[in-house]
């Protein structure tokens, strides 16, 4: 028996074009299909599968997908979580057709959220929540990951996509789009965002993670030139409109420890050697990033 479109697919396929040819995408049994007879499965862990031809690798696999949503869900990183949603806020959703009570009362479109690398859906789902009646959408390579972001939220649909090709989405039909310790398509980013709308990005900033990163060899460093890259990156398309510097220290336990190394590029760096010896993890880290919510240029 073919799987059930999911409920959270129906507000945001107006959003979506198919990645063959650019037409409208409708539910049909165990998928989404365009009338040019184009198929993208819904996986029975309720994903659809949008990303066709070469398949991007550099995904989380199974054992970081798990570290990133136990992580997460130990609320470490709540703090950054309410800086994303509380930056979504500098949406203009008031000047939107359909916004606010119109959408609510169903008729006009609610606010969109596409969170790119959205991973197991964490950020987006807080976004949801700070903004009552929005729908959203994750987008990743990960099979893996999209197994939680498709339940992150009952308001969250999630989809396989690589940041670096077009998205299979229309031209300024989202209010929010997060890049979360993601990369970035600041074309892509422009064309989908309508006027009035916002990017929010963050990334690691200063003495993020400097204890595990002094303690545990193989860990990936802040790159002191990656502030530069992103305003070079960005300019063309985008003006920053608010920055938060989110810092603090929280403690760790030895396995939110382990997770946290596990669930950063630095899994494919470290050994098993590196993560069993208890002296090598920090019990506290300090945790500290930039996030800048963006308007359109």
Partial sequence: MPVAVPVALDPILPLLRCPSCGAELAPAPGALRCPHRHSFDVARHGYVSLLTGTRATSGDDGPMARARRDFLAAGRYAAVRDAVADLAGE???????GSGADAAAGTGRPATVVDVGCGTG???????????????????????????????????????????????????????????????NPAEFHR??????????????????????????????????????????????????????????????????????????????????????EDTLPSEVMVSVLATAYRRR
């Fill in 192 to 277: 989908v965002l309508r006027p009035g709308g916002v990017l929010v990005v963050v990334r690691p900033f200063g003495g993020h993670l400097a204890e595990l990163r002094r303690q545990v060899a193989g860990m990936v460093s802040v790159d002191p030139a990656k502030e530069e890259r992103l305003h070079q990156a960005l300019d063309p398309y985008f003006e920053a409109a608010r920055t938060e510097h989110v810092e603090y220290t929280t403690p760790l336990t030895r396995q939110e420890a382990v997770d946290l190394v596990l669930m950063t590029p630095s899994a494919r760096h470290v050994t098993e050697a590196d993560l069993n010896d």
């Fill in 122 to 184: 964490y950020y987006l789902a807080g976004v949801l929540d700070a903004l009552p009646g929005s729908v959203g959408l994750g987008l990743d390579t990960s099979a893996h990951a999209l197994r939680t972001a498709a339940r992150a939220h009952d308001r969250a649909a999630a989809a396989t996509w690589d940041v670096f090709r077009p998205f299979p989405i229309g031209s300024e039909q989202v209010d929010v789009v997060l890049d979360v310790f993601a990369p970035r």
């Fill in 91 to 97: 949406a203009d959703l008031g000047a939107r057709p």
